[in-house]
């Protein structure tokens, strides 16, 4: 028994490396071969959407903000190597930024300072993903906990908006005491002092599966697809329908990787299945827009879960 289950867990590893190794590029092979086409689309709506994302978080920086943590930073360092007279002058000048802020805005308590985007991208199936789970469980039943993390954290595909905010109802006053310390000579406690300030700083992080946002890429070809004059209806519906149902896969993916409730993936499958009895019809049109609109409401509830 032992051998046996030791391959298990070797091929369960190395199927978690594989899949955390590739980019994702591809549609599922469950889900047939939608137009090479597709796949650069996917990618481009996925670039859009993180630059969009950023660009509404960048919209509600400061530059005071921004000017204060880096100054705060910039004069740690100089107290690190003993220059107390460079790190006072910074400090002052971050006092100054933080007192423009709280004269803008005397009654917000967190004003965003900085925002920052990752990707970590799995490109597999969702029956890769079942059986790595399964593989991580018993790993986990045999108290095998570290193996069992090393497959689990290859399970994600997801971009991550991190905001870093100054807490203005602390941070200044803060400041002020640091540079009195600073200006006092006592670099020491006043180094300690600014690693203190900087650990106030509070992070907080906007999740949005990378498979969700595929399958909206998928979607939105197909329904495009409806409308172009240069193929047949025929062959336009088999295009659609197998673009529809890689965008169902991509959902399962984002289903076993446990992004959201598993009770709202039911309606989507659903509104998805609908479109194959209303492809070129007057109902068409409607039923595309349930789907957007189910599939709009599904990923913002993911990113903004308290709302």
Do not use: C
Request: aromatic share 4%; charged share 30%; proline share 4%.
């Amino acid at each position: 028994m032992y051998p046996a289950k030791l391959k298990t867990i070797t091929a369960a590893v190395a199927l978690a490396l594989t899949a955390s190794t590739f980019i994702g590029q591809s549609v599922s092979a469950a889900a047939a071969n939608p137009p090479a086409t597709t796949n650069s689309k996917q990618e481009k709506g996925t670039q859009s959407t993180k630059e969009q994302l950023l660009r509404e978080k960048q919209q509600k920086i400061e530059q005071e903000a921004k000017a204060a943590i880096q100054g705060t930073r910039e004069a740690l360092q100089a107290l690190r190597q003993n220059d107390s007279v460079k790190a006072t002058a910074l400090l002052q000048k971050v006092s100054g930024e933080l007192d423009i802020l709280l004269a803008k805005h005397p009654d917000l308590k967190m004003i965003p300072a900085d925002v920052q985007a990752q990707v970590f991208d799995l490109d597999s199936s969702p029956e890769q993903v079942e059986k790595m789970v399964d593989s991580a469980d018993e790993l986990l039943d045999d108290e095998k906990v570290q193996d069992a993390r090393y497959i689990l954290s290859a399970l994600v595909s997801e971009i991550r908006i991190t905001t870093t905010s100054i807490p203005l109802g602390v941070f200044p006053e803060a400041i002020k005491e640091a540079a009195s310390l600073s200006e006092q000579g006592k670099t020491d406690q006043a180094a300690e002092a600014l690693s203190d300030v900087l650990n106030m700083l509070v992070s907080t992080t906007d999740v949005i599966p990378l498979p969700v946002l595929r399958a909206e890429a998928l979607l939105t070809a197909a329904s495009e697809l409806e409308h172009k004059s240069d193929l047949s209806k025929q062959e336009s519906r088999a295009d659609i329908l197998r673009l529809t149902d890689a965008a169902k896969q991509k959902l399962k993916l984002a289903e076993v990787l446990g992004y959201g409730d598993k009770k709202d993936y039911k309606p989507l499958y659903q509104s998805i299945d609908e479109i194959k009895d209303v492809i070129h019809s007057e109902k068409s049109a409607a039923t595309w827009n349930k789907i957007k609109k189910s599939l709009s409401d599904f990923k913002n509830k993911i990113i903004h879960p308290t709302k």
